[in-house]
C-alpha cells in the first residue's frame, strides 16, 4: 500500500512538472515570436514617410500610415481580429495593445544625444537617426497549472532605425 | 523475486515521464531555431524585396542542420519570388508572402507502449505571414 501511494504521488509530480514544462517552453517561444513582431511593426511602420520633407534630406514619417501599417501587421503576426482581440487558435488570450513612438526631424534634434526607454520594460535604445520604436503588450501568458495563471503580461519592444550611409 | 519482477513493470512505465520531459525540451530547442530562422529568412527578403533562391536554399539548409529527422523535401516552402516593390501604400502589391512548414516527428516518448501510433505521434508546425518590401520602385 505504501509503495503504491508513493507512486501515485511521483505520477502526479510527473505530470505537475511535465505540464510546467511545457507551458514554460511554450511562453517562452511567444515571448520570442513578439519581439520578433515588434521589430517587425517598427520596420513597416518606418517604411512611410513624406517625400516632399525626403526630398529637402529630411526623414518625417507618416504616421498616420505607419500606424496603420503597423495595425496590419500585428493583427497578421499575433492572429487578431479587428479589435485585436485572439482569434480562435491563437495563442494569446487577453485583449493585445501597442505603443508606437515616432522620432524624426518633426519633433527631434540629431545633433545632441536622443535615448529612448520604454516605461513598461526598460527597453532603451540610443536615437542618432529616425526611428520608429513599437511596444506590444500581449497580455497573460497561458498556464495550465492555477498556481502560475498570474505570472504577469508580456511586454516586448522593438525599434527600426534609418541610417544614412 | 515477485517485487522484482513487479518493480521492473513499473519503472518501464515511469521512465517515460523523464523521457517525455527530454523530449519536450528537445522539439522546444527545434522549434524556437525553427522560429529563428524563419524570422531571418524573412527579414532577408525584406530587403531582396523577394524570397531569392540563395535565402530559399539557405532555409532548407539551416532546417535540416537543426532537425535531425528530416530531409529537405519534408520542408514545405510556399514564398513570394516575384520581385515586389516599396509603393507607399500598404497594400498587396508589397507584401511578401510566406508560408513555411516543417513536420514536428516525435512529440510523445514511448507512444508505443501507449499505444499511439508513429503516424499520430507528429505534427506540422506553420510559420505563416507578410513583410513589407523595402525596395524602392526603380
Redesign the interface.
Known sequence: MKEFLIGISVIILYCIINVFGQDFNLDMRQNFNLKYAANECSASGSLFYDPVKYSEGKIVFQQDKSKEAIEKQIKNLLKLDDSFNPLPGSYYQDKITYKVYFYDYNNTDFSIPNTHKDVDTGYTVSITSPTVVVTINSGKSRYRLTLFQNIGSTIRSGSHTWKDR | MKSLIATSA?LIL?VI??L??VL??IN?KK??DF??IV?NA??QA?TDGRFTPENIENIKKSVTAKFHDISEGDISINVTTEMKY?L?E?DEREHINYEIKVPLKKIVAGNLILGISDADNQVVYTQK????S?VPMP
Do not use: A, K, S
Not at chain 2, 505571414?129 to 513589407?132: N, P
Open positions: 513499473v515511469l515521464f523523464p517525455q520531459t519536450d525540451q522546444h522549434l524556437r522560429d529563428e524570422h524573412c527579414e525584406r516599396r507607399d500598404d505571414g507578410y513583410v513589407l523595402e
